[in-house]
């Protein structure tokens, strides 16, 4: 499983618009948003036929997203080779 979380940002009038498309983008799931400073929450999950980096270029591309950074990441990839 990977798993990542973005802050996106953006202008309060195009968070509609913003919102729809993360809607249509795999893996991503809106936590919260603040229009008073322009920035939207988001995590972005791997699944079957998709990965993290395809939905986080999605995201960045999504139109009106001036800005994405990257807050967190996790992936237990390789963890059973450290599991005794």
Do not use: C
Not at 20 to 33: D, M, N, T
Not at 61 to 83: F, M, N
């Amino acid at each position: 499983m990977k798993i990542a979380s973005l802050v996106l940002r953006a202008l309060p009038a195009d968070f509609p618009e913003i919102k729809e498309a993360l809607a249509r983008v795999p893996g991503v799931e809106i936590h919260g948003s603040s229009e008073e400073v322009g920035r939207i929450v988001v995590t972005v999950e791997d699944g079957e036929g998709w990965s993290v980096t395809d939905s986080i270029l999605a995201v960045n591309l999504a139109p009106k997203v001036q800005a994405v950074t990257l807050a967190y990441e996790y992936t237990d990839d390789g963890l059973e080779l450290t599991e005794a």
